[in-house]
């Protein structure tokens, strides 16, 4: 049986975060749909589900400077006690599943440059010129299981 949010060979887990009533925030919910999980943030109840993955990849948003592009590149555990229990950094989520549940998977973040966080469920212009290359990236991770030259 496949966990939820789990895909394809080699049970990669892919996690799209953000609110998709706020503009460009909503991109990593956009890009998974379907593949796999949605939610606003990473929590530590994610740690399981990370842990029990042959690989990770976390799709967000990045406020990014003036003719950014998509980023995609490894993400590495680290972090300590955090004050905030209800969320969770990408490096801290690798490093409390690894704590927890023994798991230490390989794992990328797919960042995608956002515009316009303001009310509403669209995307800004030059978003909407970024998904393309978006798309490319998280279908060559999914089949290639590492990050693809594009």
Do not use: K, Y
């Not at 749909?33 to 042959?54: F, I, K, S, W, Y």
């Amino acid at each position: 049986r496949t966990p939820a949010g789990m895909s394809g060979p080699g049970q990669a887990l892919l996690i799209g975060i953000g609110n998709p009533l706020r503009g460009d925030d909503g991109v990593g919910w956009h890009l998974v749909e379907g593949l796999g999980l949605q939610r606003h943030q990473l929590t530590p109840e994610l740690a399981e589900a990370v842990a029990a993955a042959d690989r990770l990849l976390i799709v967000d948003a990045w406020l990014a400077p003036p003719r950014s592009r998509c980023l995609l590149r490894p993400l590495v555990a680290s972090g300590g006690w955090e004050r905030d229990t209800h969320r969770v950094a990408p490096a801290r989520l690798l490093a409390l599943a690894e704590q927890l549940f023994g798991g230490c998977v390989p794992a990328h973040e797919l960042l995608v440059p956002a515009f316009d966080f303001s009310w509403g469920e669209r995307f800004s212009p030059q978003l909407r010129r970024q998904l393309p290359r978006a798309r490319r990236l998280l279908r060559g991770w999914l089949q290639e299981g590492t990050v693809p030259h594009a």
